[in-house]
């Protein structure tokens, strides 16, 4: 008997690019009203730019946590690569 996969479906899949598109948006508009106020220097702006990659890696897990897109060990399977014929 082989292990089924279940895939999110579609409610879940447009929950999780909401999300993602809104963090995208509130981000930068937080970079933006530290900008408006002044308070970006050279350093930070590198550092905000450094940063914003990061920030959204861990709205990501967050929402696939959030999402139940984690499961347990039992719905992992392993991946291999199809050779190619000769």
Same mark, same amino acid.
């Given at each position: 008997?082989?292990n089924?996969?279940?895939?999110?479906?579609?409610?879940?899949?447009?929950?999780?690019?909401?999300?993602?598109?809104?963090?995208?948006?509130l981000?930068?508009?937080?970079?933006?009203?530290?900008? #408006?106020?002044?308070?970006?220097?050279?350093?930070?702006?590198?550092?905000?730019?450094?940063?914003?990659?990061?920030?959204?890696?861990?709205?990501?897990?967050?929402?696939?946590? #959030?999402?139940?897109?984690?499961?347990?060990?039992?719905?992992?399977?392993?991946?291999?690569?199809?050779?190619?014929?000769?």
């Amino acid at each position: 008997m082989g292990n089924t996969r279940i895939s999110p479906g579609p409610a879940e899949t447009e929950a999780f690019r909401l999300g993602i598109v809104s963090s995208i948006v509130l981000g930068a508009a937080a970079v933006g009203i530290l900008y #408006w106020i002044g308070a970006i220097t050279p350093v930070v702006g590198y550092v905000l730019a450094v940063l914003f990659p990061i920030y959204l890696v861990f709205v990501a897990v967050a929402l696939n946590v #959030w999402l139940n897109g984690m499961q347990d060990a039992t719905a992992l399977r392993p991946v291999y690569r199809t050779k190619k014929p000769k």
